[in-house]
């Protein structure tokens, strides 16, 4: 028993020993918050932090607060930072192995180290010495903390120095999360459109004419369903991954009022942006202050780590938030071979590919050599789709730039909307507000100038018939101001009709359900404050799901319910699915019915799609429309293969979704509501690997209310990664939150400070408050 005792005692000293080298080595990777460090600025920098960690910068130019910028972001999120790039780079397998190889091979094929350097090369002399003194900044803060962030230490790696490319990988990181189709919806669109006739493809692909709120007033009408014989009558319907697509769920809200409908006659811009939902959060708070000449220049809002701007927030004059425009900015090429296999044809006569190679740095293993083949289009796409290359924005010069700093001086929603055409970000949605009461829509980013037969399917660009013409002069762009209903709305859905949706072409949108309600939420009031505008944020009622709703219980029949003892089911069902709130029992159940129901109904589809290794979601419809207007006809050769009757049909998808959620929760009934399926939980990108280090690297876990479809889109990996309110000239009343909080450091006071107020749906304010921490930047000698 002796020696057992004394391996006890042994081993428990040793583990105590770990944690305590574990915690000393974290405390030592902790950042200054307090006191002087000695910098390359030109004057005196005040790092002031609030009691949540609020960054204020004040220095005397742009340059040094660009600097003081990057010295704050790599304090706190450098980790987060180097993840934004690697990914973009194809860069993960130097960090974590071989488990991320496919990964990176799946990036390289766009070369985006290599056009972030070109594209560095190529920015205005302003912007790249603002991006030197942000990159001089990160670097700075990396050797003033005691030790590397602590992931460093954890994955037994070196932090890489940072280079101003890295910023421009940042953005191709966020391109790939916006628009990361990747040409497979064409793919998907086109095995469609031959698999069917063409009435049956326009029946199929139609907008929503029940879920429309377009700011234009430009309205869709349903698109009969054709009389010819159902496509897929006598299909197989085994799919092994059987689940569709019709909201964007990485997308966001924004909406706006004018000035006539506010108490203090600012208009008021409300933004939340739905991201990846993680620890850290994707943004970080700050707030510039600098002067240019006699003037003093402010602005505030949310910065992307790795960047050297404030993307969205106010300046005082305005207010500016995005949503991910869903339009179309990428194009299949149909390759066409030469005679001689190393070529292939174009308008100007046959040219060779060209080919770069990839090396692939991988932890522990020898490096990975990899091959990628280009036309003059772009790049080809990875076996078995080889026969195509992707053209996309992202690859041009004019889709990768830093002209979004410019809107940090615009004063009026007129001059913001001339500067968005010139900005060289993922294409999105900009809701300007101004503090003369004005507000604008626009499309922020570059809009090529297409000429193509068809852009939602690939095409032959080898006789000169199809091709891109550069891109859109600003005056080209689509563009809203100070509608009539002094009302502004966006929510990745279609947002005009007519020409202008022509021009931008359609991305896979939204259904429409949650930029209705957005919508019709504005208009139920006639006038707004920022409080009103918080709470549309917040709204998770679920007016989308009570048709489907209605339906369950017309086919809970009571000789059906008696039969599979349903009784428990129809009464959840008859008392909720009201709202997306964690305590309904019945939203769950009416959810997964719709569901199961479309998945029957489109398992067909599916099925045609997986042979030619495609799924039914990487369609752009919608088959909420198309499906629908299928359940209202119920039309006998409609049904897909195995089933008698719509009915039957209906009940399978009752009994098989009732199994399903019982099967994959593990629980009984009676114990099932939303928030047991809605439960979040923010996690850190290495906790999964150290379970160990979960209570202290992630956040607690909540039931939390909201879904798809509807203003407040929660789920438990992904939902609103920021709450904005604000008036441009009334910061004072707006409101700013975000997940988690502004530190990536565990043992930090900010790592959660601003939590709480964010998943407990209350208010924190858009200005910084109290000064708690101040770190002065003074001039080397």
């Given amino acids: 028993m002796k020696w057992f005792k004394a391996s006890l005692y042994t081993i428990t000293g040793l583990v105590l020993l770990l944690a305590l080298l574990v915690y000393v080595g974290l405390r030592a990777s902790l950042p200054q918050y307090q006191g002087e460090y000695q910098a390359d600025v030109k004057a005196k920098v005040q790092l002031s932090r609030d ?70 090369a190529q920015l205005p002399k302003p912007q790249l010495e603002l991006l030197q003194h942000y990159t001089l900044g990160v670097n700075a803060a990396l050797l003033s903390l005691s030790l590397p962030p602590f992931e460093y230490g954890l994955l037994l790696q070196k932090p890489r120095p940072w280079q101003e490319a890295d910023s421009l990988l940042v953005v191709f990181s966020m391109y790939l999360d916006l628009q990361g189709a990747l040409g497979k919806d064409e793919l998907a669109q086109q095995q469609l459109k031959q698999a069917v006739p063409a009435e049956w493809y326009r029946f ?7 879920w429309q709120a377009a700011i234009d007033g430009s309205e869709v009408k349903a698109v009969a369903m054709p009389d010819s014989p159902y496509p897929f009558a006598s299909a197989k319907t085994a799919c092994q991954h059987c689940g569709f697509r019709d909201s964007r769920d990485i997308g966001s809200n924004n909406f706006a009022v004018a000035g006539a409908l506010t108490p203090h006659g600012s208009a008021i811009l409300a933004d939340d942006m739905h991201l990846g939902i993680r620890v850290p959060g994707t943004w970080y708070k700050a707030q510039l202050n600098w002067r240019a000449g006699d003037k003093k220049l402010q602005v505030t809002g949310v910065t992307l780590p790795g960047t050297p701007s404030v993307v969205a927030g106010s300046n005082g004059h305005i207010a ?48 990975h050599i990899m091959l990628v083949k280009e036309t003059q289009w772009g790049p080809l796409m990875a076996a078995p789709f080889d026969g195509y290359a992707l053209r996309w924005v992202a690859y041009d010069k004019a889709g990768i730039n830093l002209n979004l700093l410019t809107l940090e001086q615009a004063t009026s929603v007129d001059e913001a909307l001339k500067l968005a055409p010139a900005v060289g970000v993922p294409a999105q949605n900009l809701l300007v507000a101004d503090k003369n009461g004005d507000i604008g829509w626009t499309l922020i980013g570059a809009i090529p100038n297409r000429q193509l037969k068809d852009m939602d399917v690939p095409q032959d660009w080898s006789d000169g018939d199809n091709y891109w013409d550069g891109y859109l002069d600003a005056s080209a762009y689509p563009k809203l101001k100070n509608p009539a209903n002094q009302r502004l709305w966006t929510a990745n859905a279609r947002t005009v009709g007519g020409k202008s949706l022509q021009l931008i072409g359609d991305g896979g949108y939204d259904l429409g359900a949650r930029g209705q309600q957005i919508r019709d939420a504005l208009l139920a009031k006639d006038q707004h404050n920022e409080q009103s505008l918080h709470q549309i944020q917040l709204d998770h009622r679920a007016l989308f799901l009570q048709r489907w709703k209605q339906l369950l219980l017309e086919v809970l029949s009571d000789d059906f319910v008696k039969e599979h003892q349903l009784e428990p089911y129809l009464a959840q069902v008859k008392n909720g699915a009201k709202a997306a709130h964690p305590d309904d029992a019945g939203y769950p159940l009416v959810r997964a019915f719709r569901d199961e129901t479309l998945e ?27 499906g629908w207007a ?27 979704s009732k199994k399903k959620l019982l099967e994959k929760h593990q629980a009984e009934l009676a114990n099932l509501n939303w928030g047991s399926l809605n439960t979040v939980e923010l996690q850190h990108p290495l906790s999964k690997a150290l379970p160990l280090l979960s209570p202290l690297l ?20 992904h939902g609103q990664s920021e709450r904005m309110v604000v008036a441009p000239g009334q910061e004072q009343h707006g409101i700013l939150t975000i997940p988690g909080g502004q530190s990536g450091h565990p043992l930090s006071e900010f790592y959660r400070a601003d939590h709480a107020f964010w998943a407990g749906e209350k208010e924190l304010g858009f200005l910084p408050g109290a000064e708690k921490y101040l770190l002065e930047l003074q001039p080397r000698g």
Avoid: C
């Fill in 600 to 626: 029957l109904m489109f398992a067909p589809l599916a099925a045609l799609l997986e042979t030619q290794k495609l799924t039914l979601a990487d369609l752009k419809l919608s088959p909420e429309t198309p």
């Fill in 51 to 120: 009691a949540n960690g609020y960054l204020s910068i004040n220095a005397d130019s742009r340059l040094d607060a660009a600097y003081a910028l990057g010295f704050a972001h790599a304090q706190e999120r450098f980790f987060q930072m180097d993840l934004l790039r690697r990914n973009a780079a194809g860069e993960l397998s130097e960090l974590f192995g071989e488990k991320a190889l496919q990964l990176d091979i799946s990036r390289r094929m766009h070369r985006f180290r290599d056009r972030a350097e070109t594209a560095v």
């Fill in 204 to 210: 199929f692909n139609q907008h929503s004419s029940d």
């Fill in 320 to 367: 500016w938030g995005f949503t991910n425009s869903t339009a179309d900015w990428q194009d299949l090429i149909k390759i066409k071979a030469a005679e001689d296999p190393l070529r292939y044809q174009t308008p100007a006569g046959d040219k060779e590919y060209s080919y770069n190679n990839e090396v692939i740095k991988i932890k522990g293993k020898a490096d």
């Fill in 630 to 656: 299928l359940l209202q006809a119920k039309r006998a050769d409609t049904l897909p293969e195995g089933f008698s009757s719509w009915q039957m049909l209906l009940q399978q998808a009752v009994l098989k």
């Fill in 698 to 717: 992630d956040m607690p876990a909540k039931a939390m209310a909201g879904d798809r479809h509807m203003p407040r889109v929660q789920r438990p990996e």
